[in-house]
């Protein structure tokens, strides 16, 4: 990440993966765990590129860490991305790997 503050809007391209909130009240400064996680579930290349030139990535890790709604798809890749051991995140350990089975069959 630059030595740049992190925007207090997002680009309108990336107002789409908000479509279940108004995306353009949306703060990355006030909800930077939020925006991640989004992005790094749906987002595109563009959108992953905007997201590591604008976080930290150690906000980016910890996000990883704590998220518990990853598929397991997603989870192995960013994991295997970042040198995270997958006993590390959230997402991949009971009872959430239960849970996404009992609902999505994954």
């Not at 939020?34 to 990535?57: D, K, P, T």
């Not at 192995?76 to 999505?104: D, G, L, V």
């Amino acid at each position: 990440m630059a030595n740049e503050p992190i925007p207090t809007q997002l680009p309108r391209e990336l107002h789409r993966y908000f479509w279940d909130i108004e995306a353009a009240k949306l703060n990355p400064t006030e909800h930077p765990e939020y925006v991640i996680n989004r992005l790094m579930n749906i987002g595109n290349v563009a959108a992953i590129r905007w997201m590591r030139q604008n976080f930290s990535e150690n906000c980016i890790i910890d996000t990883l860490k704590a998220a518990r709604d990853f598929s397991g798809k997603t989870a192995t890749f960013w994991a295997n991305f970042y040198h995270i051991p997958k006993e590390e995140m959230t997402c991949m350990q009971e009872p959430y790997r239960s849970m996404r089975k009992m609902s999505w069959h994954n």
